[in-house]
């Protein structure tokens, strides 16, 4: 039985939901449907901490991919945190995310990145 993935959402012109728990193939379009819904159309971006996620599949990577898509088109960004040399990072790598959606190491760093390019 994988643990449930948990979002919890703050902020106010960027929203920060962190993540936590694992994301795969069971929950990856609920989680989905949650991040895209708690971005209302006044915020300028969205930050994703994935510091406390464990484990991310493909579905979870194709969500990040998606999110950055469906956010671009509505003028927003998107960051993803995800801490050096965390296994999850490694993951990102491979898949190039950082090509369509910058991964950075803190939440401040993110939330930073989002109003500068406001």
Known sequence: M?????LEFSGDDVIVARLTGEVDLSNAAEVGDQLAGAVPNTALGLVI???ATAYLDSSGVHLLFDLGERLQRRQQQLRVVVPEGG???RVLRI????ATVPVVPSVEE????IRAAA
């Not at 993110?110 to 990145?113: D, F, I, K, P, T």
């Open 2 to 6: 994988t643990e449930l993935s948990q």
């Open 110 to 113: 993110a939330v930073e990145q």
């Open 87 to 89: 296994p999850i990072r």
């Open 49 to 51: 901490d994935l510091t």
């Open 95 to 98: 898949v190039e995310l950082d």
